[in-house]
């Protein structure tokens, strides 16, 4: 129906400056401009995506990288190339020389790394995007605000114990913290949190963080196969970084001609207590036997 109104008010424009002359045309061909954008409202409408920050990110608290996303045009990106600025603060005061990234290559595309040589702790940064002149976002952090540790490594796992009824076991679960987190020296402490759930599962389930690289896991089922996994934050901070490559966990499984052989009915223990109760009444017998006689 509103198609049918444009073409109406086109009509009208037509007629309208055949006999009035040009000063009633603008106000109809605004109406007309109207029209057309309730047909297709993508006209007239800016299309155009601005630069914006994706995140900020330091592995170790020792180096970090910023990524961003590129401005884009009907599927084209922008012209003018996007840049990113920083400033710190190591005084009181913020350095008003804003400068330039320093590597635009090492984090990939569309990011900024910073080495040990340009990271400093417990020292605010804010840093910016410009595009063809302009700031288009800009944000402020601290190094240790960032943090985000890579993924674990060697994740293995040992059995502890089977049950007795041979239905469930204990495994302990072991791993490595990330090979470029110092924390040896105590850099960086990180904390721990270990997941796991039945291969068919969907729903995780989350230990409690610990400090250790190792962890005990209690009563899995020895008929179903397990998958585990670890992920790491810094101690004072709630980001966790990604998650470990998945660890499968198949344990033994018992058959019931096996567990019947294992289990031994304790006879010595029942000959043991029916010796004792057999003495038991035959000395009762024999001194009931003597108060009657004395009687």
């Not at 096996?258 to 001194?287: H, K, N, R, S, V």
Request: glycine letters at 6%; proline letters at 6%.
């Amino acid at each position: 129906m509103d198609l049918w109104q444009l073409l109406l008010t086109l009509a009208v424009a037509g007629s309208g400056s055949a006999f009035s002359g040009s000063e009633a045309t603008p106000t109809i061909l605004g109406s007309a401009s109207q029209s057309l954008q309730r047909v297709n409202p993508g006209l007239g409408t800016n299309s155009s995506e601005k630069p914006k920050f994706t995140k900020c990110r330091s592995p170790e608290l020792e180096t970090f990288s910023c990524h961003w996303t590129d401005g884009v045009r009907h599927g084209l990106k922008n012209a003018g190339s996007v840049q990113l600025f920083y400033i710190r603060r190591s005084t009181q005061e913020w350095t008003q020389e804003w400068k330039e990234c320093p590597d635009y290559v090492s984090a990939g595309e569309n990011s900024c790394y910073f080495n040990s040589s340009y990271t400093s702790i417990w020292i605010p940064y804010c840093i910016k995007l410009t595009s063809n002149g302009g700031t288009v976002d800009q944000k402020c952090f601290s190094v240790e605000e960032i943090v985000q540790p890579d993924p674990p490594i060697g994740l293995n796992w040992t059995l502890l114990n089977i049950s007795l009824t041979g239905i469930h076991a204990d495994i302990q679960v072991r791993w490595e913290p990330p090979p470029n987190a110092d924390v040896q020296k105590g850099w960086i402490v990180l904390k721990y949190e270990l997941q796991y759930k039945e291969v068919n599962e969907s729903q995780w389930k989350m230990m409690d963080p610990v400090l250790s690289t190792s962890v005990p896991v209690y009563s899995l089922r020895l008929d179903k196969e397990y998958e585990v996994r670890v992920r790491s934050r810094q101690r004072n901070s709630e980001k966790y970084g990604e998650f470990s490559e998945v660890l499968y966990v198949t344990l033994p499984q018992m058959s019931p001609f096996a567990c019947e052989e294992d289990f031994q009915f304790p006879w010595f223990l029942i000959i043991i207590f029916g010796i004792f109760g057999l003495t038991m009444i035959l000395f009762l017998f024999i001194f009931s036997k003597q108060q009657r006689k004395e009687n």
